[in-house]
């Protein structure tokens, strides 16, 4: 690579976010937010309730304008040129926008047929499990299959790029699998795709995690970049409450034993396979079972909580 092409030309990212600004009021729900998405690439937002994923995700999709900074996807302005865009990409509405009344089947064959090159939408019916309630008034679906129509409907035009705000919510685990295995192919296929999620296992298969919090990124990277831990670190998971005393006792000084969080604990210093086999006999001799020993780094959960804190807010 010799230079990052220029936005709008066919090879700049999917989604460029500078400094974007959202205002409700006198909300200030997005604050100064940058990130990018690269083509046939997945990111995930992540964040505590309002921390402005789906302000954010509306200016992209071109529901909503910036009021401050910029938005470029697929090097389009997505507020102002949003009738060219809108063809080229996916977006999972709730439920409650589309035709309530629309039969299931219906409402995909419709849009498929408005679509230039679209998905067989008898393929996405089998796919995502819709076969048996093809014929169901769309008001008629439980959460579940209203959220797997809702992703159909998001991906029946074969978009260039795919926007998910929370789509595994309500699904079961087996459709949340079929859903990864979609979003994998999809990848595949070159789609980008901005989701928000508030499970971090969902997270930890992107290629990129932008962690929200007040409006604002805190700390965005790979999965292995952000939980790329300090070494001579050992965490393990155990029943909360253990006394530590006794594993201090057997290590050797210059090593500290906390329990960072409810049953979890974290073992600091020199650590070598010693140090596991301590913990482990700490552990028989305590009459628990440890857990996810683990000399690496942190969990994405823990950064996430390390960084946007343990309080309801
Ligand atoms: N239409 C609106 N009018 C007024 N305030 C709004 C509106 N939409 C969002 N907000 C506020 O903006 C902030 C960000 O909300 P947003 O929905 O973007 O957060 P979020 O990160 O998507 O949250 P969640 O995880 O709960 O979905 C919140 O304080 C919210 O109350």
Redesign the pocket.
Known sequence: MTGVPAAGAGRADAIEVVELRRR??S?L?VDGLSFSVPRGSTTVLI??????????IECCEGFAPADGGSVRVLGMDPWREAGRLRPRIGVMLQAGGAQPAARTGEMLRLLARCSARPHDPEWLLDVLGLREVERTPIRRLSGGQAQRLSLATALVGRPELLFLDEPTAGMDPQARGIVRELLSAARTDGVAVLL?T?LLDEAETADQVVI?DEGRVVAQGSPAELTAGASGQLRFRAPAGLDLHPLLSALPLGFRATEPAPGRYLVEGPVDPATAATVASFCARAGVMPSGLDAGGRSLEEVYLDLTGRQLR
């Open positions: 409700y009021g909300v729900a964040g505590p309730n309002g921390a402005g994923k789906t302000s954010t928000t508030h929200v």
